[in-house]
């Protein structure tokens, strides 16, 4: 009698643990690595696109006119002079 006691609580409590764990929901799937890179990946070319949209306007190195020396010279010593009359 007793023996059939135990065996019928200890189906019972094993019969609970199996329906908790068919209940437990699984948990939710972490991002993957690849998926946080193409996030950024997305981003990165987001501000590309929008730097070539606001440079688009300025002068490159490349195709800027060469001054002529001399008058550039000529500029950068009125300027110096300038400023030494401001000093005096």
């Not at 135990?6 to 094993?14: H, R, T």
């Not at 002068?59 to 020396?69: E, S």
Request: net charge negative; hydrophobic share 40%; charged share 35%.
């Amino acid at each position: 009698m007793v023996k059939r006691f135990l065996a019928v609580v200890a189906g019972a409590i094993g019969l609970t643990a199996l329906i908790r764990r068919l209940r437990r929901t699984p948990p939710a799937p972490e991002p993957s690595h690849a998926d946080e890179l193409r996030a950024k990946l997305a981003e990165a070319r987001s501000i590309a696109d929008e730097r070539e949209l606001d440079e688009g306007g300025e002068t490159t190195v490349d195709a800027a006119p060469d001054p002529d020396p001399a008058a550039r010279r000529q500029a950068v010593h009125e300027e110096a002079r300038r400023a030494l009359d401001e000093l005096e």
